[in-house]
């Protein structure tokens, strides 16, 4: 598979997702993010910052999202 069909089917996955799809995403993220365990503080850091990290890459997908949607940085 060459450069190109790589990106594009990258773009048609991105373009794909819906605000229930964001939402669903943006929940289970805040979910991980505010995990608490009285007894588990090793697994419970370690849901919080997978929660963390995830919130970063649903705004990096969401921004993709957006840029893919307007055609490029011109429009």
């Given at each position: 598979m060459?450069s190109i ?5 990258i773009?048609?996955?991105v373009l794909?997702?819906s ?6 995403i943006?929940?289970?993220?805040q979910?991980?993010?505010?995990y ?15 929660g ?5 890459v ?7 999202h957006?840029?893919?949607l ?5 429009n």
């Open positions: 060459d069909t790589k990106i594009n089917k773009c048609k996955s794909a997702l605000k229930a799809d964001f939402s669903a943006d929940k289970m993220a979910e991980q993010s505010t608490i365990h009285p007894f588990k503080g090793e697994t419970q850091a370690m849901f919080s910052e997978l963390n990290h995830n919130q970063r649903l705004a990096a997908l969401k921004n993709l957006d840029v893919i307007k055609g490029g940085p011109n």
